[in-house]
Structures are given as C-alpha cells and as structure tokens.
C-alpha cells in the first residue's frame, strides 16, 4: 500500500489554477461565494443518492448527521433570504459511487442566478466550461431528451410504457434483466448504454427538458399532452459534467418531492432519511426565481489533465484517504 | 451461501450465473447523476472461457463461487484422469478431460500449473508461460544453417506438434510460448 498520493505534481497545478480561474470569473459576474454546512441535520432524500450517515458519541445528543451529497437545500435558504446571485466550491459526499468517473468524496461547484431562464443559466454553463477547458471545440449542441429518444429508438419518453422500453432495453442492451427495472431504470439504462456514448467527444452536449419523474428539484412545464421537468445536464462525451435546473419554488411542490421521495425509499426498502425541515420553512418564505447547476470539478479536470480515471486527479482517493 | 453485491465487484471476483463459475474481467461503474446506476462488466466463463458483456442494476446480489487457483505439480495421467498435487501438503487432485483439454499437449511431469478448482474439483489448468521440452520426432538439422524465418515441424515429449528453425536437432530441449505455442529458442544446457 502506498502512501504517496496518486497524483502527478501537474495536475495539482491544474487544480489550483482552475479554482482561481472559476473564482476570477464568478468575480467578475458579481457572484458572491458563499460557505454552508457539509454536516447537517437532514439528508438527501432523492433515492437514487445515498448520504453517509454519522452517529455522534455524545449523550447530550446522539441523533444522525448527513455529510451533504450537494450544498442545495443551504444554499437555496440563503436565496429565500434574498442572497442574490450565489456559488460554492465545496467537497460533497455520495456513499458507495466509485468507479472510474466516481469517487464517494468529490468537489462540486454549485452556483445560483437569480432572475435567470435556465437557458440563459446554459449559455453561462458554456462560457465557464469553455474558458476552463481551451481544448473544447465550441460547436456545442443543445437538444431534448425527447428528440434523443426519437431519434435513436423511435420513442417518445414522456408517452411510453414500462412494456415498450422493457423492450427496448432487451433488443439493444445485451445481458441486462428488466425484469427488475422500473421507468425511470429503463430509461437510464438505454441513455448511458446508448444514446451517451453517441456524444461528441471534443465538444459540449447538453441534454434538456427532462421526463416529470426525473424532476428532483425543477421546474415542470406543461407541454401539450405531457410535463417535462426543465433540467438539463452537460456532457463531454460520455462524461456527465454538469446538472441545471430551473428551481422549483413552490413550496407545496417542494414538500411533494421530499414526501414522494422518501416514499420511493419505503418501497424500496431505503433507509428513509430526514427531511430538510429548514429547507422547506424557507420555501414557505418564498425564493426569487431562480436557474441554478452543479459541476463536477474532478471530471473537469479530468479533461484537463487529459486522464482516463478520476482517482488521477484526486491526491488521496477513496481507496488511499 | 455467500454473496456478492455489485458493489463489491472488481476485476476476478468470481461468481456464479446460470450454474457456470465466471470471473470479472472489467467492471466499469456508470450512473447519471441523478438516476440509476449500473454495473456494466465483462466477464468469462471459467468453463468455457468465453468472454461475455452483462449489466446489473446496482445493489443487485450475485453468489459467490468457490473457485480458487493453486499452484500444483502435475504428476501424469492415467487414461482417464490427469493427477496434480499441491506441493506442500502433497494433496492430490484429479483433473478430467473438460479441464485439461486446453493445455494438454504442455503437460510435463514435475512443471508446475495454476490449477482453478470450483467447489474442490479441478475446473482449469494454466501451464507456465514458458516451458522446455525435448525434441522427439523431426527432420536431421541442417548445420550452419541459421537463416531468419526458414522452419521444419517438430514433435514435442508431450505430443504437441510446433515449428522449429532447421538446425535443430531431435533429442534437443527448446524453449516454447504456451501461449502461442512458438518455438522461442534452444534451453540452455543444465
């Protein structure tokens, strides 16, 4: 085993210069960085991430703490506070992700524009991505999940059935079972096993308007027969680099989401995990309309350092820390 | 009965699927953001070892196969069975025609193998990458002959038939590839 980190002095370089780079820019764009807790109270109730849950040893008080999977719940009571325009460069944590684009503690960078169209919030996700990374080609592409969806399998995502896309998974992804599968599974299998390694490599790709159940917390739209959640993610090639949303600021949808989560977790036999009770107490107080999308910063600098495994460009990563 | 959850997969964890043992040869961990995530691995059948793709939904249970590689001598074979004993507690194990079929024709006595055994039984065998032997059955050797490239068929002590330049003599003892059955050069003298 090895003490020494897993990084070459270059890429640390890199890192250092990127996170001067993002904050000369959000500078200059009068964002103000901002600090919350990384322990809190409640977790992420989406049931697709997994908290790390710490037990304190002390009487007085020994209920949970969540390490934070992304700073959105705080970050969202500063903007019900009147903030304004906010970012944060932050470790966050997800249990049991590692991989070769994973790793459970990573830094995200997560920023807020109030008063923002989330396609104004993409033209600002381009221009930082493109500044950061000189050797992105700049014909980005901006299409929907639908038109993915049409195109590659004939299907329309937000008017199909668990039947259609169970068929579908079977005639284009070899050996993986459906029968365990629900929509939302169907539907990410069949986008990272074959629409996503389709993308450009050299440049940017943004996926947009979202099928409703994959809201998490954005906006709907009503569309003519269906809604679409109006959420996008960024990629570079397979490598998914960023997630924006126009924010939700209903307070009532917002405690829906929470509920409908933390019910998807009892059915699938999760650990059901403290609501952000604050969180929604500052959504009763309203928050200004609002785009806001978190980055990856390790995958970015993945790119940068032009490295194939997140672990590269981590000095301690998970199996060393 | 143990099991494996994939997040526990890695390269060689081995697990059973369908009855056969099989062992990870890449797992490659892939999740949107916000959505499901799945273990996408290649794996091989360690009966048949075809190489095949597969997915699993994360969280997904596999059963752990009881498949271990020992180092063992090979003894000889009696007709039906190819004898292996394990060095230091001079256990001995049988191996069948399924498990040696593969390596058969670079069964040497006294060479050591890596012998995969699943549930106790042999299951495979992996000859060294290198091994010497003797020179039973070929053409006289041409002297001063050392041309690049020129080659004659020659048998080997344990059958296999393999390709050797001109000046080598039968009786000789050659050095050969396993794994592509190349006649690497003549041993050196002992």
Redesign the interface.
């Known amino acids: 085993m090895s003490w020494k980190p897993a990084t070459a002095h270059t890429t640390r370089q890199l890192r250092a210069q990127m996170l001067h780079d993002i904050r000369a820019f959000f500078l200059q764009k009068n964002v103000l960085e901002v600090e919350t807790p990384a322990l809190s109270q409640a977790g992420n109730t989406?049931p697709?991430?997994e908290s790390f849950q710490l037990n304190q040893e002390i009487e007085q008080d020994n209920s949970p703490r969540y390490l934070h999977t992304s700073p959105e719940y705080a970050m969202k009571r500063l903007l019900a506070d009147n903030s304004g325009d906010i970012y944060q460069i932050c470790k966050v944590w997800r249990a049991?992700?590692?991989?070769?684009?994973?790793n459970p503690e990573f830094t995200m960078l997560e920023w807020y524009r109030v008063g923002f169209h989330y396609h104004q919030l993409i033209q600002e996700v381009t221009e930082l991505l493109l500044s950061l990374l000189p050797s992105v080609e700049k014909n980005t592409v901006i299409i929907a999940y639908k038109t993915l969806f049409i195109d590659t399998f004939g299907i329309n995502p937000h008017q199909t059935n668990q039947r259609e896309l169970a068929n579908c998974v079977q005639k284009n992804?070899?050996?993986?079972?459906t029968n365990?599968?629900d929509q939302?599974?169907l539907?990410?299998?069949l986008?990272?096993?074959c629409i996503e390694p389709e993308f450009d490599k050299k440049s940017l790709t943004f996926i947009i308007d979202y099928p409703a159940e994959?809201s998490?917390l954005a906006q709907l739209r009503t569309e003519k027969n269906y809604q679409v959640a109006e959420r996008f993610?960024v990629y570079l090639g397979t490598s998914?680099l960023a997630?924006g949303y126009q924010e939700e600021i209903s307070y009532q949808r917002n405690l829906e989401i929470l509920d409908t989560e933390n019910a998807h977790r009892k059915t699938n036999q999760q650990t059901i995990v403290t609501q952000d009770k604050h969180f929604l107490h500052a959504m009763k107080a309203g928050m200004p309309v609002t785009s806001g999308v978190a980055i990856?910063l390790d995958r970015i600098l993945m790119i940068l350092a032009n490295v194939k495994s997140i672990q590269e460009v981590i000095n301690f990563p998970w199996e060393s820390a | 009965m143990a099991t494996y959850n994939t997040s526990e997969f890695k390269s060689g964890l081995k697990f059973i699927m369908d009855g056969d043992p099989y062992t990870i040869v890449e797992n490659e961990f892939v999740k949107p953001g916000k959505g499901q995530a799945f273990s996408r691995v290649r794996i091989r059948n360690l009966k048949t070892n075809r190489v095949i793709e597969k997915t699993f939904k994360s969280g997904e249970k596999v059963e752990a196969a009881d498949v271990m590689e020992i180092d063992m001598e090979y003894l000889y074979e009696d007709g039906e069975f190819w004898h292996f004993m394990e060095p230091t507690s001079f256990e001995q194990h049988a191996a069948g025609e399924a498990a040696v079929t593969d390596v058969k024709f670079w069964l040497k006595a006294q060479e050591q193998y890596i012998v995969t055994l699943w549930n106790g039984a042999p299951l495979s065998i992996t000859p060294p990458n290198f091994i010497e032997l003797k020179i039973t059955e070929c053409d006289p050797g041409v002297q001063g002959n050392t041309a690049q490239g020129a080659t004659k068929p020659a048998i080997v002590e344990t059958g296999a038939q393999i390709k050797v330049p001109l000046f080598v003599e039968e009786g000789e003892v050659v050095k050969i590839d396993t794994r592509t059955g190349e006649y690497l050069s003549r041993a050196k003298e002992a």
């Open positions: 989406d697709f991430i049991s992700e590692t991989g070769r684009n994973h992804i070899s050996g993986l079972a365990n599968l939302q599974a539907l990410d299998a986008l990272t096993h994959q998490a993610e998914e997630n990856g």
